[in-house]
């Protein structure tokens, strides 16, 4: 077996710590949202969280598949508490952005020390975080729409709640 760079392992070892903390902070802002009695936001973040999950997942199980040896560093504690389901929800994009330049990065590094598995491994990612950025969007602007009040937000509770579990193979398909 050939093993992957090891400049490139080790940055994808980072990634799968960012990956595990989103899923963390995905936890938090489910709890959030349990908290409040809106039971169909949580819903929709803890499969966000579980997501995440499966993200890091894939990511471990590609560096131990590439010869490499998984290190996992320590997460930080995620915050718990916002100002509203708006501001949820503008911190997730924001860090949802954060993610789509760090695997932006790894695939520039992927190309800089032509390793073409991890390249073609990435791209998987790449288009994932389009699809997650394009979740929280909707979100926001339907958010803003109801601007906090009753009706909107329950109608938004219920079809959020529905989100499906999201799988390994099509995690899109659950957003």
Not at 108 to 125: E, I, P, R, Y
């Amino acid at each position: 077996m050939t093993m992957a760079n090891s400049k490139m392992l080790d940055a994808l070892n980072e990634q799968i710590k960012h990956e595990y903390f989103s899923s963390y902070m995905y936890l938090s802002m489910s709890a959030y949202f349990a908290d409040m009695g809106l039971s169909g936001f949580a819903r929709w973040m803890r499969m966000q969280s579980e997501e995440e999950l499966l993200h890091a997942n894939k990511m471990y199980d590609y560096v131990i598949a590439r010869g490499g040896k998984v290190t996992l560093f320590a997460i930080d504690m995620p915050p718990a508490e916002w100002e509203s389901p708006l501001a949820v929800f503008k911190f997730g994009l924001e860090h949802e952005q954060f993610v789509t330049g760090r695997i932006n990065d790894l695939m520039d590094m992927a190309l800089s020390v032509k390793d073409h598995a991890a390249h073609t491994f990435l791209q998987w990612f790449v288009t994932e975080q389009v699809e997650e950025e394009e979740s929280f969007n909707d979100i926001i602007n339907n958010l803003k729409l109801v601007k906090g009040e009753g009706q909107g937000l329950l109608l938004l509770d219920r079809e959020l709640g529905a989100r499906a579990a999201p799988t390994l193979d099509d995690p899109a398909a659950a957003n």
